[in-house]
């Protein structure tokens, strides 16, 4: 099955797909990280990207659209779309792009965290420089700090994890994003699970909805 997963930033999207992918094989498409490694290896498109990245801003929806569109092409299938689409018209040129492509989305999952939530888990979220693994300085800090527990590589703060830019995709969430809810209930493929709990809690919900 190919799914959707969206909510706000801070919401598990990431955390979920890792989950997905390891015990359920499915593939990921994930928007920002495609973004992040495009800038990384500093392409045309992480050079389009960064500004708004880095200002918490969306990238414009023809340069996401295209992107995923190359993806799609590319073979993937059994597929977690993780940040995209994150507006109503991403939404709707998706629609046309599986449609072209004769594929289909079994499932539009929301996941539900209140806003104190999330200010907690992006102001404490941490990364590693090398292979991505996210930690939190409360709830999941490395063992040693500012040091991978996986690949031994720095963990660092995402730029867009500092509090002024975390309020505005909190905003930008809450004016673009939020709208993809009713969207995605007309379309009766929408299901809200909440994601104010631990990974595991949530994890077996989603499972139990892409089998
Ligand atoms: P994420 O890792 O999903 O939180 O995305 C990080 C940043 O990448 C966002 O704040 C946006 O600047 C950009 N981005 C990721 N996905 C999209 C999308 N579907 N549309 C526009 N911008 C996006």
Do not use: C, H, W, Y
């Given at each position: 099955m190919n799914i959707i997963l969206f909510g706000a930033p801070g919401a598990g999207k990431g955390t979920q797909s890792s989950l997905l992918i390891e015990r359920s094989g499915m593939k990921q498409i994930s928007t920002?990280?495609?973004?992040?490694?495009?800038?990384?290896?500093?392409?045309?498109?992480?050079?389009?990207?960064?500004?708004?990245?880095?200002?918490?801003?969306l990238v414009p929806d023809d340069?996401?659209?295209?992107?995923?569109?190359?993806?799609?092409?590319?073979?993937?299938?059994?597929?977690?779309?993780?940040g995209?689409?994150?507006?109503?018209?991403?939404?709707?040129?998706?629609?046309?792009?599986?449609?072209?492509?004769?594929?289909?989305?079994?499932?539009?999952?929301?996941?539900e965290v209140p806003m104190n939530v999330l200010e907690e888990r992006l102001t404490g979220r941490r990364v590693c420089k090398g292979c991505g693994t996210v930690y939190h300085i409360q709830s999941k800090p490395s063992r040693v700090p500012g040091v991978c527990d996986v690949c031994g590589n720095e963990v660092?703060?995402?730029?867009?994890?500092k509090p002024e830019v975390i309020r505005t995709r909190l905003q930008t969430y809450a004016d673009y994003t939020a709208p993809l809810k009713d969207f995605y209930r007309n379309s009766g493929?929408?299901?809200s699970i909440d994601g104010d709990r631990g990974p595991e809690a949530v994890f077996e919900e989603i499972l139990g909805l892409v089998k």
């Open positions: 920002g990280d495609l973004f992040r490694a495009a800038i990384k290896n500093k392409t045309d498109l992480g050079l389009k990207a960064q500004g708004f990245m880095d200002k918490g801003q340069v996401v659209i295209g992107m995923v569109e190359e993806v799609l092409k590319s073979g993937v299938r059994n597929f977690i779309l993780d995209f689409p994150r507006t109503v018209a991403q939404g709707e040129a998706l629609d046309q792009l599986l449609k072209n492509m004769s594929l289909s989305i079994g499932r539009a999952i929301f996941l660092v703060q995402r730029n867009d994890d493929k929408f299901v």
